[in-house]
């Protein structure tokens, strides 16, 4: 059973500015970049993994790396971490031009997380409702996709969500320049949870599994 664990205030390096962004200055913050996907791109031609599911897969595992990105808040409003965390992400009703938001298990076998995730998308891509799977659960972080543009900037602005300590990720439609392909990528991110510093470090990871695919089996 995922739990959530409280963390030790007193030996918090960060316990002033959690304290600072939650309650004092409510602050979020998003960095977009473009990230080079030619390596990704040309290994998933010749192997019958799907796009979407590598870049989910990609993002769940930096992400699960680092506990400033599982960060979540305990009922008396202390900061805790989750034990793990699992991607929830769109899926989009060509018919209805609506999307589903549905999850499924992070699990760091890539092979495993695609044949459950395949299953995911292929049973609520005519999903009529927003939230679908009746079992989503709490250690869950957001991924959407806007694959019809690319765009240079992209944020979120949320009424009342200054206690949503979690990542939210969004990626572009990929981008063609001077040989190479990039995507932007979108990161929404509360400040209580994380600064510059780490949200720049989950980039370069990023950037680091999408130069060198090997986790992508042949």
């Known amino acids: 059973m995922t739990e959530k664990r409280a963390i030790d205030l007193d030996t918090w390096p960060r316990r002033e500015h959690f304290e600072h962004y939650l309650t004092r200055v409510e602050c979020t913050y998003a960095m977009t970049v ?63 031009e609506t999307f589903a938001n549905v999850w499924s298990p992070f699990h760091n076998d890539f092979s495993t997380f695609h044949e459950r995730t395949a299953d995911v998308l292929a049973r609520y891509r005519t999903a009529t409702s927003f939230q679908p799977q009746p079992d989503i659960p709490s250690n869950v972080f957001d991924i959407s996709s806007v694959p019809w543009a690319s765009f240079t900037g992209f944020s979120l602005q949320t009424r009342d969500g200054w206690k949503h300590l979690s990542p939210i990720f969004t990626l572009g439609r990929y981008r063609e320049t001077e040989g190479r392909t990039v995507m932007p990528v979108a990161i929404q991110v509360h400040h209580a949870a994380a600064d510059g510093f780490h949200t720049a470090r989950i980039v370069q990871e990023l950037q680091e599994l999408f130069s060198d695919p090997g986790w992508l089996p042949k």
């Open 34 to 96: 473009e990230l080079d996907v030619t390596e990704m791109v040309a290994a998933l031609r010749v192997v019958p993994w799907k796009s979407y599911i590598a870049q989910i897969w990609a993002i769940a595992s930096v992400v699960n790396r680092h506990a400033e990105f599982r960060m979540t808040l305990t009922a008396d409003e202390a900061p805790a971490t989750w034990d793990i965390v699992h991607p929830a992400f769109t899926v989009f009703n060509p018919e209805r």
